[in-house]
């Protein structure tokens, strides 16, 4: 930010500080849902399921973790984030690191930090998964994975709101776009545009790695 409120620090219970320029409208934001760790499930080659959490919660625990702790877990496993909160979180007979190695294994994290490691090694820079180059100053694992992630969730999230405004556009949808935060943009609609944005988004958006849903939800109205 050079000038203006500092909105990706705003908490997100004073949005509704943001206003409609309309006589009637609404100001949304459109989101994208588990937009890193689909990311690195499309990475690992493999197919995203829609509620990732979910199935991660089925499929790795039988249901026996709740998504809070699994959310934690693929921090720790995918960006190096310490295990010792979720062992406070875990319930008896579970094990963080145990936790962490099964959630590796979902997304193919061996595998793809082998990968980074010989790309840094052998050429100074690795790249995204869209073509982007990078330049870690390590070539630690966690850093590697790290960096390619979220570099191509970046890249994801704009170019896919990109191509959300030019639907819009091209099908005569009018909004006003007012902040991109992360992985979300936040934009002004008349209340009789309202539905056609929200049809359009609920498609959500495609590119060379897979499909993204998207979510929509009410910041301010009147």
Do not use: W
Not at 60 to 81: I, M
Not at 160 to 188: K, N, Q, R
Not at 192 to 216: D, E, M, R, W
């Amino acid at each position: 930010m050079k000038k203006g409120p500092s909105i990706l620090t705003l908490p997100a219970k004073h949005r509704d500080l943001l206003k409609t320029r309309h006589q009637r409208g609404r100001v949304i934001q459109i989101d994208f849902v588990s937009l890193e760790p689909r990311v690195a499930k499309y990475i690992a080659g493999d197919e995203a399921a829609s509620d990732i959490y979910d199935d991660m919660c089925q499929e790795l625990f039988h249901g026996q973790l709740d998504r809070k702790t699994v959310k934690l877990a693929t921090l720790s496993a995918l960006y190096g984030v310490s295990s010792k909160r979720m062992d406070a979180l875990l319930g008896p007979g579970q094990n963080a690191k145990h936790v962490i190695r099964s959630v590796r294994r979902y997304f193919g994290l061996d595998r793809i930090e082998s990968e980074l490691k010989t790309l840094m090694l052998s050429q100074g820079h690795i790249e995204n998964a869209l073509g982007r180059p990078l330049f870690p100053e390590t070539s630690s694992n966690h850093v590697l994975v790290s960096q390619h992630i979220q570099s191509t969730a970046v890249d994801v999230a704009l170019c896919g709101f990109a191509d959300l405004l030019m639907s819009f556009e091209t099908l005569g949808v009018y909004v006003d776009p007012l902040y991109l935060i992360h992985d979300a943009i936040v934009i002004d609609v008349e209340e009789t545009q309202y539905n056609a944005v929200k049809s359009i988004a609920s498609a959500g958006v495609s590119n060379s790695l897979g499909h993204f849903p998207v979510g929509i939800s009410g910041i301010s109205r009147q």
